[in-house]
T-cell receptor
Framework: NAGVTQTPKFRVLKTGQSMTLLCAQDMNHEYMYWYRQDPGMGLRLIHYSVGEGTTAKGEVPDGYNVSRLKKQNFLLGLESAAPSQTSVYFC????????????FGSGTRLTVV | AQSVTQLGSHVSVSEGALVLLRCNYSSSVPPYLFWYVQYPNQGLQLLLKYTSAATLVKGINGFEAEFKKSETSFHLTKPSAHMSDAAEYFC??????????FGKGNQVVVIP
């Protein structure tokens, strides 16, 4: 089925370890986003991209890096994981049209111990 | 800056009763507003959206929302709650570069 695929679905990291979360979409969307969801905080934007080769900071970018080398993929990296980065991470994509909503992936649950 | 306020993190409603979730927005330009639903262990799904075509917007699963500019509100309603409506609901407003600012969400519990 067409949509947004996130890998992995679950991960446990030790403090200081690094990892990369992968987001892939097959809808030819220009815009892609990474959000984190924490209880009582809603969704907060980490980084986003308005097209292949572009990235920009969102609301809570510290401790994360991103890359968009291919239009269909948007990678989120944690260079040195901290317990404060324990969260559920969601990727989303959009056409960029203002009357078009986002398509979300099913999320990655990350625990940093 | 654009922002969204959702009051009451947990909302309990009896099966068959009215569901009402409140959303107030802050926007310096005519807003594009959205409601999303998240079922347990899933991503967010679009329920409905306001894009200035009509003030009363109908969405999936019997939900609807009314845009009121004078009150800067976009409240979500459903006349009769069903057990399957138990989920978390998020209101969101669009801003620069096609970003969405989300409210903190309402966890809806349906009581049999």
């Amino acid at each position: 089925n067409a949509g947004v695929t996130q890998t992995p679905k679950f991960r446990v990291l030790k403090t200081g370890q690094s990892m990369t979360l992968l987001c892939a979409q097959d809808m030819n969307h220009e815009y892609m986003y990474w959000y984190r969801q924490d209880p009582g905080m809603g969704l907060r934007l980490i980084h986003y991209s308005v097209g292949e080769g572009t990235t920009a900071k969102g609301e809570v970018p510290d401790g994360y890096n991103v890359s968009r080398l291919k239009k269909q993929n948007f990678l989120l990296g944690l260079e040195s994981a901290a317990p404060s980065q324990t969260s559920v991470y969601f990727c989303a994509s959009s056409t960029g049209s203002y009357n078009y909503g986002y398509t979300f992936g099913s999320g990655t649950r990350l625990t940093v111990v | 800056a654009q922002s969204v306020t959702q009051l009451g993190s947990h909302v309990s409603v009896s099966e068959g009763a009215l569901v009402l979730l409140r959303c107030n927005y802050s926007s310096s330009v005519p807003p594009y507003l959205f409601w999303y639903v998240q079922y347990p262990n899933q991503g967010l799904q679009l329920l409905l959206k306001y894009t200035s075509a009509a003030t009363l917007v109908k969405g999936i699963n019997g939900f609807e929302a009314e845009f009121k500019k004078s009150e800067t509100s976009f409240h979500l309603t459903k006349p009769s709650a069903h057990m399957s409506d138990a989920a978390e609901y998020f209101c969101a407003v669009r801003y620069g570069n096609n970003r969405l600012a989300f409210g903190k969400g309402n966890q809806v519990v349906v009581i049999p």
